[in-house]
Each structure stands twice: as C-alpha cells, then as structure tokens.
C-alpha cells in the first residue's frame, strides 16, 4: 500500500538501554529588552548525522529528512563528555548506530498526554490500522522528527 498519508510516530530507543544520551550542543547569551534589562537566554542544537537504514524508513519526509539523533555507544558517549580535540571526535561523528541496535515500533502519539484508544500506556506499540510494513509505506511516511 503506497501512499500512507498520517504522520505515525515511532518510539525509538536503543535495545538495552532505559536512559541514553543524545547529543547537542548548548550556548547562553544574553538579550536586552526593551527596558533595558539584561536576560540569559539558553539555546540547545540537537547533533544529527545521516540515517542508517531503519532510520531512513522511518524519517523519510520532510525538511530534515534521511537525517537521525548521533547516537553513540557507552564509551563514546564518554568520549563525547571528555574530548579535548578534533581527532577525538572524529570517531564520534563517524560512528553509525546499527539497525539492530535500535528498538522501534509505532506508538499512537508522542505529544501531550490524549487518551488511547486501546487505554494502554503512550509508549506501548500501538497497531495503526492499514499501515504498510515499515519501508513500504511509499513516499508520504512522516515521522517523529
């Protein structure tokens, strides 16, 4: 079936891991406002790297598509908090998660709190009726991102 119309979002996380760090970057500058009082405003950028494959199925419309969060294994997380140079985090920007390292499966909303219509928690998988096989959904799949 091609041509899916409706946005499916999809709970992705990596297999084994409850908490996992998605890297960014963040920086403070201040503003004045029309009083003239200073305020620190923050603002954060979300690291982003071409998708692999099963990433590239789900975020494969839209502005920012066939694009993914940087996610790392343990220990290059840790060299994330620790680099100190460029070719320290060559390895980092390199590094592409493996399909199966990934969990994923389509839940019925990832914002705000609506009830289900199955009453069963946000993030449990949640069977979107006629929705084709993941990488056959034709060009109109929207996801999460």
């Known amino acids: 079936m091609h041509g899916w119309k409706k946005k499916v979002p999809y709970f992705i996380g990596e297999k084994g891991r409850e908490i996992f ?23 954060i950028g979300m690291l982003t ?5 099963v990433m590239g199925q789900i975020h494969n419309d ?11 294994t343990p220990e290059l997380e840790q060299q994330w908090l620790h680099a100190q140079d460029e ?11 493996p399909d199966q ?14 009830n289900r219509p199955d009453g069963k928690h946000r993030y449990e998988p949640y069977q979107w009726s006629d929705l084709p096989p993941l990488g056959q959904d ?8």
């Open 49 to 53: 790297r071409e998708t692999n494959t």
């Open 21 to 43: 760090y998605i890297l960014g970057l963040y920086q403070w500058h201040e503003i004045v406002d029309q009083e003239g009082e200073i305020h620190k405003i923050g603002s």
């Open 87 to 97: 070719e320290s985090l060559m390895p980092i920007f390199n590094y592409e998660m």
């Open 138 to 145: 034709g060009p109109m799949q929207q996801s999460l991102f």
């Open 62 to 72: 839209g502005p920012n598509k066939r694009r993914m969060p940087l996610f790392l």
């Open 101 to 114: 390292a990934l969990e994923y499966y389509p839940v019925y909303t990832l914002r705000g709190y609506p």
